[in-house]
């Protein structure tokens, strides 16, 4: 009880001092407690108090500044936490509440929880101040000694006690500061569909839950087609996908064909392959939803599973074109599981010699159709044709044309440096029987080929020779060295000129310089110079 009558000495004392809020004018004396003793100074006192007081009375002329004022009365509540702490810890004795009861026990706990329901029941959450008065003067600070006689909770209210000397009803309270506006987000405000397509462009967080009828969330579909933004397109098709019923989303879509390429594209993105099947059907676009279906076995990584799926899909609703793709396909895996596992026993048991020389890199399976021709080309050229593996049943099993399958073969065979067989591709007989060297590729292709694959000079000079063209002839003549060439195109254009000026750039005494000299000095050509 000490240390209460101290308490409220202080408290008494404090509500004099520059920043604190006073009582409203409206309570009076008579509706103090009456158990509460009389604590009020005379005048002389009071003017002894201020004088000697560290702390400055309120004037006119004091700074309006909200910073100062602040730090003014926090150091005033500072300071008297620090009296009342020094109190407490020089006298150790009970506290008690002004009914007598000790602070803390529990009927004291059940008396500030009824007083407080009662306080909520029939006083304002924030009483207003009337600051009009001079009895508050000029400030306006947040601090007060309410503030030593309250709790702040986690979500910034006041929660007060009831061990304040002045009556309940004449009772302060601090307001909190409010937020400023900018950091209140709007979710649910009355935003109409075209606003809140707007405001969805502008990156702004809405609700599209108020929207719960069907015209409301067209409206919204065609206001954010209307803004050509595909992401906010695609933002309502994912909520209109998750609050209409299949039919009805499908039926709005179909005659909005913008809105539904979006929505094609998202299912695939996402790979809803059943919801987007569905779609196709409804939509009556048979040839995308079969397509769709074989797409699908690009998911299967087992060639077992992979090759009885295509099976399934041959009964499909293709068009005829798609309808012999995807048999050619499940042809070739069928084949080319065939030639996996029998090359792959013959490398294991080392009887095939080209294995040992040549090892596989890769496996054959799930390979383009010219990669397993070229790869038939490298490791089975001279295999008849009745085998699933020769090169000609390829050929004729999948259409192949004659210049892909002679490009392809002459590149594996010229990988193997197997010139005679390179030469065989070139032979033919005419109806004459003489034998001549024909190519459906241009000879200047041909070479380039041979280079790349470090072809020998006099095989190089053998095809060179049969380019058509002099100029195109003497330039890869000159480039690949192959004097000869050279030295009889200059002849074969009677070009003297020419002639004496490349027996410069041959070694001299060599083969090439005699036969240059033998040319000059026949009196058999007409030279044109």
Request: net charge neutral; proline share 4%.
């Amino acid at each position: 009880m000490l240390c209460s009558c101290r308490i409220g000495n202080h408290v008494l004392n404090l509500l004099q001092l520059p920043g604190a809020i006073a009582r409203p004018a409206s309570v009076t004396e008579e509706e103090e407690d009456p158990l509460q003793p009389k604590m009020m100074k005379s005048k002389p006192d009071e003017e002894d108090y201020w004088n000697s007081s560290k702390f400055k009375a309120f004037t006119f002329d004091d700074e309006d500044d909200e910073f100062s004022r602040l730090k003014e009365s926090k150091r005033a509540v500072n300071s008297i936490r620090g009296l009342v702490d020094e109190d407490e810890d020089e006298d150790d004795v009970e506290k008690v509440s002004w009914s007598g009861e000790p602070v803390g026990s529990i009927s004291w706990s059940v008396g500030e929880t009824a007083a407080s329901n009662q306080r909520a029941d029939r006083e304002p959450a924030f009483p207003k101040i009337n600051t009009d008065t001079q009895t508050t003067g000029k400030s306006h600070s947040g601090y007060s000694l309410s503030s030593l006689f309250k709790g702040k909770t986690r979500g910034g209210t006041f929660q007060t006690f009831t061990d304040s000397p002045s009556d309940s009803s004449a009772r302060l309270y601090a307001p909190e500061l409010r937020k400023p506006k900018s950091e209140y987000k709007d979710y649910v405000s009355d935003w109409s569909p075209e606003e809140t397509v707007h405001r969805m462009q502008q990156g702004k967080t809405v609700s599209l839950e108020k929207f719960r009828s069907l015209q409301d969330k067209l409206l919204l579909l065609d206001f954010s087609v209307s803004a050509h933004d595909g992401n906010v397109i695609t933002a309502i098709l994912i909520y209109l996908k998750r609050t209409l019923s299949k039919e009805v989303l499908f039926r709005e879509l179909e005659s909005r064909q913008t809105a539904l390429r979006h929505f094609i594209h998202y299912l695939s993105e996402t790979r809803d392959q059943k919801l987007l099947l569905e779609l196709l059907r409804s939509l009556g676009r048979t040839e995308d939803m079969v397509l769709l279906q074989y797409k699908e076995h690009l998911g299967i990584a087992d060639e077992n599973k992979r090759r009885d799926f295509l099976k399934s899909c041959l009964s499909l609703a293709f068009s005829p074109e798609d309808s012999a793709h995807v048999q050619d396909h499940f042809t070739l895996l069928e084949r080319q599981i065939v030639i996996e596992a029998a090359d792959g026993q013959a490398e294991r048991g080392g009887k095939s010699e080209i294995f040992q020389k040549f090892p596989r890199r890769a496996s054959i399976l799930n390979m383009p159709l010219i990669t397993t021709l070229y790869y038939c080309c490298f490791y089975h050229y001279h295999e008849p044709e009745g085998t699933f593996s020769g090169p000609l049943n390829i050929r004729h099993t999948f259409r192949i044309s004659e210049k892909q399958f002679f490009v392809t073969a002459l590149a594996a065979r010229a990988k193997l440096k197997a010139w005679s067989d390179v030469d065989a591709l070139f032979s033919c007989r005419n109806w004459l029987g003489f034998t001549k060297k024909k190519s459906p590729l241009s000879f200047h292709r041909v070479v380039d080929v041979l280079q790349k694959n470090s072809a020998p000079t006099q095989v190089l000079q053998e095809y060179v020779a049969l380019v058509d063209d002099a100029h195109t002839r003497i330039a890869l003549a000159q480039k690949l060295k192959c004097h000869d060439i050279v030295i009889n195109t200059y002849r074969d254009l009677k070009d003297r000129k020419l002639l004496l000026g490349y027996r410069g750039k041959v070694e001299k005494g060599s083969s090439e310089e005699t036969k240059i000299k033998e040319l000059l000095e026949n009196p058999q050509i007409r030279w044109k110079n």
